[in-house]
């Protein structure tokens, strides 16, 4: 290959070793900050909010995704129908769960199914998708809400997944704010986002909130949207994943010219 492109620490060994093998024969990218000597790659992707700087560095806002507009417009079709018996006004929220820096307490999951039931109480349809990492007595509580309740689409696991609908549908986004994925993902959709706030430190993920509200306007939710005078400001859709792949292709080039 004349591309290779790891992620993860697993990936790290594997890359150096095609770089000891082919040297300048092939270009290798590294995604994430790979806590090691910088030099062992020609290029590092990392998150903003992880701080790196070097010539061989290009950084984003959060992480890279999957979202693309034909992706959103397909989950659309795909699940137009089960979307159609929702109500016109749709909030979606996207449930995460304990993390390396952030825990959910009682007080924050309280807040969360607060925000939940004012939703529905402002006439807002909820699209509800818990992760891997949501506890079992948080998942208990989202399941008795949408109990009976045809104003709620629960998503709990299984296929299809209709995650990318939720976020093409949804009039507004909630998110527990431990997770960079969903946080970013979330803003590569039109609808404004808001933040649910989880226990622990912000640390080095202040960065990555303030990147979020100066970019794609995302506040902490405190019960904005139950205003009926609620006017969300517009935002054009996040699309850092695109953006590295220009830089990564301009490295590449770059290096091709240097070498010839």
Not at 13 to 42: C, N, S
Not at 49 to 62: A, F, K, P, R, Y
Request: glycine letters at 6%.
């Amino acid at each position: 290959p004349d591309i290779a492109i790891g992620c993860g620490r697993q990936a790290i060994a594997p890359l150096r070793a095609l770089k000891a093998a082919r040297g300048e024969k092939i270009f290798t990218l590294y995604i994430q900050d790979p806590r090691t000597d910088l030099a062992h790659f020609d290029l590092i992707i990392a998150p903003q909010h992880d701080g790196l700087s070097g010539l061989n560095v290009e950084t984003m806002i959060g992480s890279p995704n999957r979202l693309t507009p034909k992706a959103l417009k397909d989950g659309l079709e795909q699940f137009k129908q089960p979307l159609a018996a929702l109500p016109a006004k749709k909030a979606a929220l996207l449930i995460g769960g304990p993390s390396k820096a952030h825990t959910v307490s009682k007080r924050d999951h309280a807040e969360h199914i607060d925000a939940a039931q004012g939703l529905l109480a402002a006439g807002y349809g909820l699209m509800i998708t818990t992760s891997r990492r949501t506890p079992d007595w948080v998942a208990h509580d989202y399941k008795a809400l949408a109990k009976d309740n045809e104003a709620i689409w629960l998503y709990d696991g299984g296929e299809p997944n209709p995650y990318f609908a939720f976020l093409a549908a949804s009039s507004l986004t909630l998110v527990t704010q431990e997770s960079t994925n969903m946080l970013t993902e979330a803003c590569c959709a039109s609808a404004p986002v808001f933040r649910l706030p989880m226990s622990g430190k912000a640390g080095k993920f202040k960065h990555l909130y303030d990147a979020l509200k100066t970019r794609s306007l995302v506040e902490r939710y405190a019960g904005q949207a139950e205003d009926k005078n609620f006017t969300p400001l517009t935002k054009a859709p996040l699309n850092e994943t695109a953006r590295m792949a220009e830089r990564a292709l301009a490295h590449f080039d770059a290096r091709g010219k240097a070498l010839n």
